[in-house]
């Protein structure tokens, strides 16, 4: 299985841009997608497949992938985008990342 | 839209079997291009994927889990349920039920609320 690093923390100001990371090795021939968790809630997918979006997920939301290394780009940041978020990617087994919180300041 | 619901006691004594529904509304479980999983995050801790289960049957597992999870599934009931034996402490969490895409980078595109069971 995988280990999937990510900061524990970050903090943004409102309209500005968060980025975070997923790091892995070898991640790079592996598709990662990306999960919202807002307190008490359940996981919200935001980005699969590195960089698509679902249905209803703000274009503020997007992803990229380079060497072992996958991003998750939240641009103009909002209030409500104060979560706990998570990378993951299939292997042998579903592997889902440390998980980041993000502070809106 | 596909709606899916945990159900199942919250507490559990330990060395007992956890048992646990998930279910589907708005969607077929026995579709051919949905994988349905369950998923654990301990108290103040990250997402573990446990497995998944086909409308067929077919299942697989988490590997450090595999001696004590059993999946089936009720295609009549639109359900699918989990079985975890031999419960400790270490299995207090919330379980959530998902939906899976059957492609081949897997993830997980809708979610129940989530339901609590603590081992005690």
């Known amino acids: 299985s995988y280990v999937l690093t990510q900061p524990p923390s970050l903090s943004v100001a409102p309209g500005q841009t968060a980025r975070i990371t997923c790091e892995g090795d070898?991640?790079?021939?592996?598709?990662v997608h990306w999960y919202q968790q807002r307190p008490g809630q359940a996981p919200v997918l935001v980005v699969h497949?590195?960089?698509d979006r679902p249905s209803g997920i703000p274009e503020r939301f997007s992803g990229s992938h380079s060497g072992n290394t996958a991003t998750l780009t939240i641009s103009r940041v909002e209030a409500g985008d104060e979560a706990d978020y998570y990378c993951?990617?299939?292997?042998?087994?579903?592997?889902f990342g440390t998980g980041t919180m993000v502070t809106v300041l | 839209q596909v709606q899916l619901q945990e159900s199942g006691p919250g507490l559990v004594k330990p060395s007992q079997t956890l048992s646990l529904t998930c279910s589907v509304s708005?969607?077929?479980?026995?579709?051919?291009?949905?994988?349905w999983s369950w998923i654990r995050q301990h108290p103040g801790k990250g997402l573990e994927w446990i497995g998944y289960?086909?409308?067929?049957?077919?299942?697989y597992y988490k590997q450090a889990l595999y001696s004590r999870i059993a999946m089936s599934v009720d295609t009549s009931k639109n359900q699918f349920s989990l079985n975890l034996r031999s419960v400790t402490a270490a299995d207090t969490a919330v379980y959530y039920c998902?939906?899976?895409?059957?492609?081949?980078?897997?993830?997980?595109?809708?979610w129940g609320q989530g339901t609590l069971v603590t081992v005690s």
């Open positions: 289960i086909f409308y067929s049957g077919s299942t």
């Open positions: 070898n991640i790079g021939r592996k598709s």
């Open positions: 993951q990617l299939w292997d042998t087994d579903a592997d």
């Open positions: 708005g969607d077929s479980i026995s579709s051919d291009f949905y994988y």
């Open positions: 497949d590195d960089s």
């Open positions: 998902a939906r899976t895409p059957g492609a081949t980078t897997r993830f997980f595109d809708s």
